[in-house]
Structure formats: structure tokens, C-alpha cells
């Protein structure tokens, strides 16, 4: 299925959230808020694109049958005004691939496919891995490369050689090596996403064509602005939202971190997704605390007392 908000230069959008995955309180998925939160990110947050079934979505917890219902119901919400990105990645070739074709059915308009974790395979494991998951579908994919998660780098040489698949468009970079990423800029056609959003600026000023964000879940909109004005060349205004919002990614990414304070901010913004699941465990009283002041300092407008 054809993108709705891709371009040449920006394959799947420019401002994506890492959408986190809604629960009930008994750990079932909850697909109505599914509908509701993707509904608010695109409609409010002013995405124009969404990963469904990242590691923020909680993807090692989720079977295949709920990533399938989930991915069906951020299509049914959004799918025709936002690029709806699936979280293909495991660390075993075999499934990512299953899970690649599973999301080709039901309608996705891309991949994400994470480096296998946990494994540390070698290069040219990551180079088979990769080709084999963009070989299954005609989907265009969007490589995440990890290293803090997964153990591994894609190294320069392995992307100087993924970058030839038709196929393989995009790398979502949580590396933080910026010189590496602009010189894949340079060397391929490859089009670069922040995948860290304390560099998301510094990406940008390399030439990335855009974010795939965590805090995205509150300040989606803002961080849209930002792209825009740097895009426009206000590269002064594009800094003032950076350092604004710098207390937010201060307190969603380095307390507890990704799915823990997403939904804890979600929940003092009046969105309400639920709990997480296990192994992960609901942030303390002494990190909501830390994290609402962090939102109010950075300007996000709370509704929780």
C-alpha cells in the first residue's frame, strides 16, 4: 500500500512516534485506545507517520496475532492521512521475515526492522538478516540501528552494502555517531531519521530528513515545528523548541525511559493507555513527580491534578 505522507526525500514522513502500545489493567491490548491514541498523535500531535510494534511498543511482549490487530487498527484510524510503519524486527531471520509478510498483508505502508538483538551476530549475519527481511515483501524498509539494545552496530561497511537493496531507504539512527551518519548521507541515497531524541536537532542540522520520536507521544507538534523552521532555514527558532522542550526528553528518556514514562506522561495529558507489561514496570511515585515537573517546565499542559 502506497504511502499517504512519503515523499522522494522522506520515504515515510518526517515527524514519527514510536507509538506505545495500550493496555487494559488485566495486560490485554486495549484496541480502542489503539484507534484513540493513533487518532490523537496524527490529529493533534501533527504526525505524519507512526512505528507500530517498536521496542516503545512494546513488540518482545506482544504475540504476532495482537501486533497483526494492532497494526489493522492504526490503519483503520489514521492509515489514510499518516505512514503507518510496522516493527518487523527480531532477533530470529525466520520470524522477522513471517512478521514482514504478516504486516504486508494487513496493509502497512513500511518496515522497521531492528538488528537482532541479544545474539551479537556478526556483519555479515546483520547483512543476510536484512536482506532477507527486505527481500520478503515489496515493502520499503527502514533499518534500526541500536547498538545500546541490541549489542551490535551496523557498521559502515554492512550499510554501504544494504544501501544497494531497492528496498532498504532508510536507517532510524540510535548510534549517536553523527560523523558515520553523514557520511552514509554522502556515500548512499539513504535517508536518515533521528531514532535519539537528545540529538534530534543535531541530526538535523546533518541533513536528516526528520525524527522518530519517543517524546513525540506529547510534543509531537512541537517537534513538527521544529522540522519545519530548520527546513525553512529558521535555524534559530528551530533551537529555541529544542532547548523548550529539552526538559521533556529529560524526563521521558533519562529517568525510567521509553514505554515506563511515555505512558506516564500520556496519562497526565489526558490519554490515558494503561499499564506496561512485564518485564517492565510502571514508573514510581518519585519519577512521575520527577517527570510532571519536567513537562511543566517544558511548557506540555497537564489535566491530572
Not at 77 to 99: I, K, P, Y
Amino acid at each position: 500500500m502506497a504511502s499517504p505522507t512519503g515523499t522522494i526525500d522522506a520515504p515515510f514522513g518526517r515527524m514519527l512516534t514510536a507509538m506505545v502500545t495500550p493496555f487494559t489493567d488485566d495486560g490485554a491490548v486495549d484496541y480502542k485506545a489503539v484507534r484513540r491514541l493513533a487518532t490523537y498523535l496524527v490529529d493533534e500531535q501533527r504526525n505524519d507517520g507512526l512505528i507500530v510494534s517498536g521496542t516503545t511498543g512494546e513488540s518482545p511482549t506482544t504475540s504476532d496475532d495482537e501486533k497483526a490487530r494492532i497494526l489493522g487498527a492504526v490503519l483503520e484510524a489514521v492509515g489514510d492521512r499518516a505512514t503507518v510503519v510496522a516493527g518487523a524486527g527480531t532477533n530470529d531471520t525466520r520470524h522477522s521475515v513471517e512478521l514482514a509478510k504478516r504486516a504486508a498483508l494487513e496493509g502497512a505502508h513500511g518496515l522497521l526492522v531492528v538488528t537482532p538483538y541479544y545474539s551479537k551476530p556478526p556483519q555479515e549475519g546483520l547483512y543476510r538478516h536484512f536482506m532477507a527481511v527486505a527481500d520478503a515483501t515489496d515493502l520499503p524498509v527502514m533499518l534500526y540501528d541500536i547498538p545500546g539494545r541490541s549489542g551490535v552496530p551496523i557498521k559502515t561497511e554492512t550499510l554501504l552494502r544494504l544501501a544497494q537493496h531497492d528496498r532498504i531507504v532508510a536507517v532510524k539512527d540510535a548510534k549517536g555517531d553523527l560523523f558515520a551518519g553523514s557520511q552514509m548521507m554522502s556515500m548512499t541515497d539513504l535517508v536518515y531519521y533521528s531514532g535519539d531524541d537528545l540529538l534530534n536537532l543535531a541530526w538535523l542540522s546533518l541533513g536528516a530528513v526528520g525524527f522518530v520520536s519517543v517524546v513525540g507521544h506529547v510534543v509531537g507538534a512541537d517537534l513538527a515545528r521544529m522540522i519545519q523552521l530548520h527546513r525553512g532555514g529558521d535555524v534559530d527558532q528551530a533551537l529555541a523548541i529544542h532547548r523548550q522542550m529539552a526538559p521533556v526528553v529529560d524526563g521521558i528518556m533519562l529517568s525510567a525511559g521509553g514505554a515506563i514514562m511515555a505512558k506516564a506522561a500520556l496519562s497526565m495529558v489526558g490519554v490515558p493507555v494503561g499499564p506496561v507489561r512485564l518485564p517492565l514496570v510502571s514508573a514510581t511515585e518519585k519519577q512521575i513527580a520527577e517527570l510532571r515537573a519536567c513537562l511543566v517546565a517544558g511548557g506540555v499542559k497537564l489535566i491530572d491534578a
